[in-house]
């Protein structure tokens, strides 16, 4: 699979957000970035399966995956209710 290029625009809005987080103490990114809470879900196995094969194909957990889903859900419905 071939990489995606970035645009020039996409890279310069990158290395800004990578200047601004270098300006937050470590403390505080470990207490935003840090999983430390324990979510089980409940499931058919069918589900878990899919679930799990549609993580590895993104390559991400199952966990990242979720959340991804979540905060994705939110924007359209918050998108959607303006």
């Keep these: 699979?071939?990489?995606?290029?970035?645009s020039p625009e996409t890279?310069?809005?990158?290395?800004?957000?990578a200047d601004m987080l270098r300006k937050v103490p470590l403390a505080r990114l470990e207490t935003v970035l840090r999983k430390t809470e324990t979510l089980n879900v409940r499931a058919t196995l069918s589900d878990k399966t899919s679930i799990q094969q549609a993580a590895k194909r993104y390559r991400l957990t199952v966990t990242e995956y979720l959340v991804r889903l979540h905060w994705f859900a939110e924007e359209i419905t918050n998108t959607t209710r303006r």
């Excluded at 699979?1 to 970035?6: D, Q, T």
């Excluded at 890279?11 to 957000?17: A, I, S, V």
């Design 1 to 6: 699979m071939a990489k995606k290029r970035i």
């Design 11 to 17: 890279e310069r809005r990158l290395d800004e957000l």
